[in-house]
């Protein structure tokens, strides 16, 4: 497996939203969540409640899609990671390693009952026009 681009970690790392993309039934659908990325084991670590579509999409369907979007104007400063990847539930050891990463970000989660989910990444493909236009830097599991 090829390392992944530390330009692409930090930009992951600068933010705190993602848009997720599940489908079942050949209906597509999108959700918006905050996240962490959990370097260690190449996830993204979000909340949801059982009850979202999105979750009960990825319970039939595991493949999901997504993007991480900086806002901006100016297109020379575009940037944005698309990804790929499986949403399932942590259990166990897991879960405690990645409950305890996503509430040292987002303590307030504390407050609520949480439902954790992942998407354990295994496509990457980062946009930056900073580079120049259009520069794209792919990583997958199988390249």
Known sequence: MIEIDKRIIEFINKHHVLTLATSRNNIPYSANCFYVYYE?????????????KHAQDAVIQTNVAG???????????????????????????????????YLKRFPVAMLMKTNLWVVELSFLKFTDNRLGFGKKLIWGKEA
């Open 67 to 101: 993007s991480i979007v900086l806002e901006t104007n100016v297109v020379g400063k575009i940037q944005g990671v698309q990804f790929q990847g499986k949403m399932y539930e942590p259990h166990d050891d897991m879960l405690k390693r990645v409950k305890a990463r």
């Open 40 to 52: 260690d084991e190449n996830m993204l670590v979000f909340t949801t409640d059982h009850k979202t």
